[in-house]
């Protein structure tokens, strides 16, 4: 399986409430009885949901040279839990804009860069960049694509001049990687991932900025 539902909080409630019900009545039923009825319902409705939306997608995929990593995010992109956070392949400008601004808007992204006023270089780097965004999003489970596009818009050696101050380009390219993703699998799914979300994108991009 591509995620691991049993870390999936709802469906651990539910298992222990049928076991309550279970123990309360195994004095008064068949042992069979009680026994199914502490495997009945296992899976709360989102998980559910996501087994069979994995298994759909595991069929389309069978072909694919894609890691498990790069399945899973693949498969968050297709299957739209939430809401995409910025488009910027079909978006307007003036709807990009609104987009960009809400995206660096979000509580957790600011609290993990420390405060609003370490946003706005990254803020305003985004919104001047829209091409380079565009293939980023296009390509983020397209190892050899990334490695090209990042040399091509010389990632690791530009800096972002933002009020006098020299921001690197490459910093603000992963850390918008890091939030992109946060935003596309979103909060409550990330219990479906064995690891840190965060760490396993680092993991996962490292590497390929390290190659390019």
């Given amino acids: 399986m591509l995620f691991d539902y049993s870390r999936c909080e709802e469906c651990k409630k539910h298992k222990a409430q049928l076991n309550d019900i279970k123990l309360t009545l195994c004095n008064k039923l ?79 992204l600011v609290e993990r860069f420390g405060g609003e006023r370490y946003v706005k270089p990254d803020k305003a780097f985004v919104k001047h960049n829209r091409e380079l965004f565009k293939y980023l999003d296009l390509n983020l489970t397209n190892k050899t694509e990334l490695i090209n596009l990042i040399r091509v818009f010389h990632i690791k050696e530009k800096n972002f001049m933002h009020y006098n101050c020299r921001f690197p380009v490459e910093n603000i390219v992963k850390l918008f990687i ?35």
């Fill in 178 to 212: 890091i939030e992109f993703l946060y935003a596309i699998v979103g909060e409550d799914y990330f219990q479906y991932f064995s690891e840190d979300l965060s760490d396993m994108i680092v993991e996962h991009y490292d590497p390929i900025f390290e190659e390019a």
């Fill in 30 to 108: 068949p042992p069979q009885i009680c026994n199914a009825i502490g495997e009945y319902g296992g899976c709360c409705e989102k998980c559910t949901e996501m087994k069979l939306n994995e298994k759909e997608f595991m069929k389309q995929q069978k072909n694919s040279n894609l890691d498990k990593f790069e399945l899973q995010i693949k498969f968050f992109r297709i299957y739209h839990y939430n809401k995409m956070p910025i488009e910027f392949y079909s978006a307007s400008r003036q709807t990009l804009t609104k987009q960009i601004n809400d995206f660096y808007s979000n509580e957790g």
